[in-house]
C-alpha cells in the first residue's frame, strides 16, 4: 500500500492564483482531513470527510474548499491565493471503526505539500 | 486560551536521558489522548494512544494522562538521537470526529 500520497510536494504561487491540492488514500479509510502547519503552531483542521459526498468544515476553512466525489480522493482548492495561506498542508486518512481503539484512532498523514504565496 | 497547551520547547537533551514533554487541556470532554512524532519535513505518525486517565508503556516510551489536574506527558527513557523529532500531543472528546493538536515540542538529542 502507498498509503496517503500528495501532489505537488512543493508549489510557489502568486497572489490571487488558484490550485487544487491532491490527495489520495488507498487503505479504503472513510475519514479523511485536511490540515495546515505552520510553524511552531500545531496542526489546525482545514475541513474534514466522513465518506463520499460528505464533508464538513474545521477551524479554519476560510480561503479552502473541498470535495469527495470517492473514497479515495479529497481534493483541497484554493481559489484566491493569499500570503495568510503560506503553510505546509497536510491530508490524513483513518479507519471508521464501530469499537474505539488505537487502530480506529490512528490518522495516517500524507508527507506534506509546502505551499509558498508571493 | 487554546484548548490544549504544549510545552513550546525547544528541547535539546543528550544521548541517553530521560525526556519529559507535557501537555494541559481545558476541555474536561476529552477523552482520547495520542502523541504523534514528527520527523522533519514529513508528516505526523502515531506513537503513543491512551484512553481516558491512566499509563501506558510502549518500550522506551511512556503516556500519562492525569484528567484530575487535564494533564497529558510523555516520557522517553534513554533518549537516543534518532527520537530527534517534533511531538504533538492530541485528543478529542467523545462526541468529535476531529482532533485537537498542540502546538508542537522540538525535541533534539545529542549524540
Known amino acids: 500500500n502507498a498509503g496517503v500520497t500528495q501532489t505537488p510536494k512543493f508549489r510557489i504561487l502568486k497572489i490571487g492564483q488558484s490550485m487544487t491540492l491532491q490527495c489520495t488514500q488507498d487503505m479504503n479509510h472513510n475519514y479523511m482531513y485536511w490540515y495546515r502547519q505552520d510553524p511552531g503552531m500545531g496542526l489546525k483542521l482545514i475541513y474534514y470527510s466522513v465518506g463520499a459526498g460528505i464533508t464538513d468544515k474545521g477551524e479554519v476553512p476560510n480561503g479552502y474548499n473541498v470535495s469527495r466525489s470517492t473514497t479515495e480522493d479529497f481534493p483541497l482548492r484554493l481559489e484566491l491565493a493569499a500570503p495568510s495561506q503560506t503553510s505546509v498542508y497536510f491530508c490524513?486518512?483513518?479507519?471508521?471503526?464501530?469499537?474505539?481503539?488505537?487502530?480506529?484512532?490512528?490518522?495516517?498523514f500524507g508527507p506534506g505539500t509546502r505551499l509558498l504565496v508571493l | 486560551q487554546k484548548e490544549v497547551e504544549q510545552d513550546p520547547g525547544p528541547l535539546s537533551v543528550p544521548e541517553g536521558a530521560i525526556v519529559s514533554l507535557n501537555c494541559t487541556y481545558s476541555?474536561?470532554?476529552?477523552?482520547?489522548f495520542m502523541w504523534y512524532r514528527q520527523y522533519s519535513r514529513k508528516g505526523p505518525e502515531l506513537l503513543m494512544y491512551t484512553y481516558s486517565s491512566g499509563n501506558k508503556e510502549d518500550g522506551r516510551f511512556t503516556a500519562q494522562v492525569d484528567k484530575s489536574s487535564k494533564y497529558i506527558s510523555l516520557f522517553i527513557r534513554d533518549s537516543q538521537p534518532s527520537d530527534s523529532a517534533t511531538y504533538l500531543c492530541?485528543?478529542?472528546?467523545?462526541?468529535?470526529?476531529?482532533?485537537?493538536f498542540g502546538s508542537g515540542t522540538q525535541l533534539t538529542v545529542l549524540p
Open positions: 476541555n474536561s470532554a476529552f477523552q482520547y
Open positions: 492530541a485528543t478529542r472528546p467523545g462526541s468529535a470526529r476531529q482532533l485537537t
Open positions: 490524513a486518512s483513518k479507519l471508521r471503526g464501530a469499537i474505539m481503539g488505537e487502530a480506529q484512532e490512528t490518522q495516517y
